[in-house]
């Protein structure tokens, strides 16, 4: 690949002057401009975007940071960074933790030492977290949380717990009687759906289990259905573990939303067409991208205090087939 000493000997011009030019600085004779230009044109010269950063210039490159890159969300999510970012003149470099604390912190260290020039990032909210124990705060290159709210950063996400009450009043509408959360109890959808069910004074015919495998969800289901007969409304935390519910559901002979509904969460592509298709809570995935790659690039331009964003967005229960 051709270098930008080559390029000055090619047309006789200084090495300081190309690399102004190849680095966009607009204060260079217009003749001189174009001969350089036409020169990398023409040879295919690469910018070494890693050594801009380490000389301390921009490096137009962002990271994005997700947790499962198999979910059809965050790959939709992604997608929707991407377009903003390059509306904006950035790049991005796409990491995948995993839903794995250590590779997550692995991954900010990639992106730390290849000098991007800001982060989007879904962080795992564990107990004593990266997120929750400081460690952030510490970091030398802004970053925007997405999907989470981080206490103290920028973030951009859905009003998770608002809109699992919204979820407790769809099913509570349609004559439930009992009622299944799927996920962790530490979840704020978890608390959102309980306080909604407190809200309507249905919180006594609530129940929730976590699971980590398929086997495991079966059998909690059917033992959640041996006992008792009144229709159950069941809240997955997202749409993956709705369709594994609805699967299970079909095997126990249980018919939905006869005697079951399922309402899941993300309202993925797949959801609509479903037999039956899913309810799912919809994200403002657009706005959620927009706004999380508008706001870093504003930190990366920015110097000096600037107040931290906290930004919730609303969610919205799509009904279908399956409640």
Not at 92 to 117: A, C, G, K, M
Not at 143 to 168: C, F, P, W
Not at 219 to 242: H, M, S
Request: net charge negative.
């Amino acid at each position: 690949m051709i270098t930008m000493t080559e390029i000055a000997k090619l047309t006789h011009v200084s090495q300081a002057t190309v690399s102004r030019v190849l680095n966009g600085n607009m204060n260079v004779d217009p003749e001189l401009r174009e001969r350089v230009l036409a020169c990398a044109k023409e040879h295919d010269y690469q910018l070494n975007a890693l050594a801009k950063g380490l000389q301390g210039s921009k490096t137009q490159l962002l990271g994005v940071l997700l947790t499962d890159i198999s979910n059809s969300f965050f790959a939709d999510l992604a997608k929707q960074i991407e377009a903003e970012a390059r509306s904006l003149g950035y790049s991005i470099i796409l990491f995948n933790s995993d839903y794995n604390p250590q590779r997550e912190r692995e991954y900010i260290d990639v992106v730390r030492r290849y000098r991007v020039d800001g982060l989007v990032a879904v962080p795992l909210m564990e107990k004593n977290s990266f997120w929750l124990d400081g460690s952030v705060q510490k970091l030398d290159f802004p970053i925007v949380a997405i999907t989470q709210h981080v206490k103290g950063m920028d973030s951009v996400y859905l009003d998770h717990e608002e809109a699992s009450r919204q979820v407790a009043h769809c099913m509570a509408k349609r004559k439930y009687e009992r009622f299944l959360f799927i996920g962790r109890d530490h979840d704020v959808k978890y608390l959102g759906f309980h306080q909604g069910l407190m809200d309507l004074g249905l919180e006594t015919q609530f129940s929730s289990f976590e699971y980590d495998n398929d086997q495991r969800l079966k059998e909690d289901l059917q033992k959640y259905f041996q006992y008792t007969e009144p229709r159950a409304g069941i809240f997955a935390n997202n749409d993956i573990c709705a369709l594994q519910v609805l699967s299970v559901l079909r095997s126990l002979g249980i018919s939905t939303p006869g005697q079951a509904g399922v309402i899941g969460f993300d309202d993925t592509y797949m959801s609509r067409y479903l037999h039956p298709s899913l309810s799912s809570v919809s994200q403002p995935i657009n706005r959620m991208a927009k706004e999380a790659v508008t706001r870093l690039a504003y930190r990366i331009d920015s110097s000096g205090e600037i107040p931290v964003l906290n930004l919730p967005l609303p969610g919205k229960v799509l009904v279908r087939e399956s409640i």
